[in-house]
């Protein structure tokens, strides 16, 4: 469910007629981040990249999950913001030093793959990162030491978020009580989740402990993978358990 996120979010950006999407980053968090339950980011690195390998455009980033510390989202934005900026650097290079007539086709062919603002002409620039998530992250914003007051305000200010929700959720309300958020609500999109459905990691989790299918709920090659490995146990269900979550240790 967390792919079909990325659809849902590229097909409401595409829709407004501003954006071309042309690239999803999955970042899974590091080791460090201290959850319950969490498991070795080498294994949910691999997971990823066997669920994301029939898609052409959404990629899985292992440098976070690499970290030996626990890294703030907005690091981790800051990162692949860099990336971006780093490539798109490049290509600009790489195009000035090609004869006229390849740079003009080149140029056109890199344009093409890159946000359109309605109402311009289409030209080179680099890709707008954006934050995609679920309510429970705007909600999340309120929890107090979760997230740093400054950390919110550049997400939402310098990036922006696509927020996917699904009916009777209350995201207008989170951004509504919170002073940050209201003041940048133009560069938060909601997305309406109309066909909805109640798979969470959480019950997938709990039904591989109690031993039962998993099936058509996961990628084959993810579930063959969970079971290679024998992942998802009742003692790997308690790790962390009793250890306070990393951002709540640094940011109390």
């Known amino acids: 469910m967390h792919l079909r996120l990325f659809e849902l979010a590229r097909d409401h950006l595409q829709e407004t007629g501003k954006y071309k999407v042309v690239k999803g980053i999955i970042s899974p968090v590091g080791d460090a981040y201290l959850k319950k339950g969490l498991i070795s980011a080498s294994h949910r690195v691999a997971m990823a990249r066997l669920a994301a390998e029939n898609s052409d455009w959404l990629e899985v980033d292992d440098w976070e999950s690499s970290q030996k510390e626990w890294q703030e989202t907005i690091k981790v934005l800051r990162h692949h913001h860099q990336k971006l900026k780093h490539s798109y650097s490049a290509n600009s290079v790489e195009d000035a030093r090609l004869p ?24 080179k620039c680099l890709p707008q990162l954006k934050m995609l998530c679920g309510t429970d992250v705007l909600e999340s914003f309120a929890v107090p030491s979760l997230w740093k007051p400054e950390d919110i305000q550049e997400i939402v200010s310098k990036h922006g978020m696509v927020c996917v929700t699904r009916l009777g959720n209350h995201a207008q309300k989170f951004i509504y009580e919170s002073d940050t958020l209201w003041k940048h609500k133009e560069n938060i999109d909601l997305v309406e989740e109309w066909i909805t459905n ?44 009793g250890v306070t979550l990393a951002p709540l240790q640094r940011n109390a």
């Open 100 to 123: 006229n007539r390849t740079s003009r086709k080149r140029k056109h062919a890199a344009g093409s793959q890159l946000p359109v603002r309605m109402n311009q002409a289409k030209r």
């Open 198 to 241: 109640d798979i969470s990691a959480t019950k997938i989790r709990r039904a591989l402990r109690r031993g039962q299918s998993i099936r058509y709920l996961v990628p084959d090659r993810v579930q063959a993978y969970i079971q290679e490995h024998n992942l998802y146990t009742a003692e790997t269900e308690d790790q962390n358990a």
